[in-house]
């Protein structure tokens, strides 16, 4: 395992649709975090897994979003109806469920909204 | 993030210059991570720190937080044409939950 992969890279939508998004962690990383990262801008953490268990939602997650990480490995995240200002990159991350709390992230999903 | 403050937000250097770049919180951080980013890629970790004090070195690259644990500096020896990018410092201020990060900083350095 050489690290978070996430799929697709690149994604182009049209105003409304859907979209889903997968991020494969870490083996054996029991936490996992999806950000969002708009351009000049740091990550904004959107919400976090410990295993299945999604444990925070970010106020930025509105309900057109939702993520899920059903068997504790790999977690979508999918956007309903999807608008213009979703444009971002998404990124995952992984860690351990440790006080270190390093997280490793993956390359992201950029979506572009047209 | 309003948490996180990085400064400057922007720098163009000469190569071979040194250069540091600032990290400062409004809160007690519990642990402050280094990460490197590529435009339009993911994060890349660099270093992260969490006692008082602790400073730590990686090739070129030597990361500080201060006694307060508020403000951490990185500092790039010599810089070279591979230290472009944008760096983000990234704060765990709730004890090993989410990340809160700063804008980031655009490095630039010119051959």
């Known amino acids: 395992d050489t690290g978070v992969s996430q799929n697709p890279r690149h994604k182009i939508t049209k105003r409304g649709q859907n979209v889903t998004f997968r991020c494969d962690p870490i083996?054996?990383?029991?936490?996992l975090y999806w950000y969002r990262q708009t351009l000049g801008q740091g990550p904004e953490f959107l919400t976090y897994?410990?295993?299945?268990?999604?444990?925070?939602k970010s106020r930025l997650l509105s309900d057109r979003f939702s993520a899920e990480r059903p068997k504790g490995s790999f977690s979508t995240l999918e956007i309903q109806r999807t608008e213009q200002g979703d444009s971002a990159m998404y990124l995952c991350?992984?860690?351990?469920?440790?006080?270190?709390?390093?997280?490793?992230f993956g390359p992201g999903t950029r979506l572009t909204v047209l | 993030s309003q948490e996180l403050e990085q400064s400057p937000q922007s720098l163009i250097v000469q190569e071979g210059k040194n250069l540091t770049i600032n990290c400062t919180s409004s809160?007690?951080?519990?642990?402050l991570y280094w990460y490197k980013q590529k435009y339009g890629e993911g994060l890349i970790f660099l270093m992260m720190?969490?006692?008082?004090?602790e400073e730590k070195s990686h090739e070129k690259i030597t990361a500080k937080l201060d006694e307060k644990k508020q403000q951490s500096s990185l500092h790039i020896t010599a810089s070279q044409p591979s230290h472009a990018g944008i760096y983000l410092c990234?704060?765990?201020?709730?004890?090993?939950?989410?990340?809160?990060f700063g804008a980031g900083t655009i490095l630039r350095v010119k051959s």
């Open positions: 991350a992984s860690s351990l469920e440790e006080a270190d709390n390093e997280q490793f």
């Open positions: 083996s054996e990383h029991n936490r």
């Open positions: 897994f410990q295993n299945e268990a999604q444990l925070e």
């Open positions: 809160k007690t951080l519990y642990g």
């Open positions: 720190l969490q006692k008082g004090g």
């Open positions: 990234g704060a765990d201020l709730e004890y090993g939950n989410k990340l809160v």
